[in-house]
């Protein structure tokens, strides 16, 4: 079994800094989390970005700010968001990948997001597809739902990306699939071959879903894009939601990545792009 890789999405496009004080809404406060999750074991951070008044943007030069923050106090994987907020247009969220960082997201589909529709027609997953090949970007394959399972094999078909590829399955999102045991056995089956896979679980399922993709031998996403509370009532920090899956691991009797294992195990060089 490949050593788990933890990847922590600190901050997404849903949370409010109304909601939690452990949002980390500046590039420096991005870079105190990066820190602090490398030193509780994650190896990748996926990354949003938002103005200091926690409105959500896009825009390169506060993404080159949260890079350079991250890079400066951690050596973790650098994952851009290609998936951005609701509303975005397809030019604004693959715009960042200008600053070539080592992987980003590419969502397999689109799907019913609350009252919304994340949108992610052929033409845009393909649009977005040939930009992060042209920047020499590693793709995340995001899978919502099992459709995307299909849609990610035509686009490989049509040669809009390889496979196999690294694929986080995020389940739980409202109008999306459901974040149980069953669907992630079911996501799992799905995949093609040698696909390496991940699972984010939306709420209180994040834990139980981490657990589970630890004993399968797949990898786990935490952080409070996906979960907002460590327990029911407290609110969680970045840290302490990675410290957790590496405790599981550790009784688990699984080795933990290192940022650079993490990258053998992805096929990234072993050192990360300046
Ligand atoms: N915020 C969601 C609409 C991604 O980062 O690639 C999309 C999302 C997926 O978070
Ligand atoms: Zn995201």
Sequence with gaps: MDPLIVTVAPVGAELTPEQTPHLAVKP??????????????????????????GSNTHDTGRFKEAYDQIRARSDLIVQFSTGGAIG????????????????????????????????NSFPIMRGIAKQIDAFGVTPELEVFDLGHIANAKRLAQEGAIRLPAHVDFVLGVPGALDASVEHLIDCVRSLPPDCTWSVAGIGRMQLVLAAVAVAMGGHVRVGLEDNL??????????????????????????????????????????????
């Design 28 to 53: 420096e406060q991005l870079g105190d989390v990066a820190a602090k999750c490398q030193q509780a074991g994650a190896s990748i951070i996926h990354v949003h970005c938002r103005n200091d008044d």
């Design 88 to 119: 975005m247009s397809p030019e604004e969220r693959a715009g960042v990948l200008d600053l070539h960082p080592e992987m980003a997201t590419l969502t397999c589909g689109s799907v019913n997001f609350g009252d919304d529709i994340f949108e």
């Design 229 to 274: 509370y460590y327990e029911k009532g407290r609110l969680a920090r970045n840290e302490e939601l990675v410290a957790r899956v590496v405790r599981i691991a550790g009784e688990l009797g699984r080795p933990v990545a290192t940022p650079d294992q993490a990258r053998q195990v992805l096929g990234l060089a072993p050192t990360a792009a300046a």
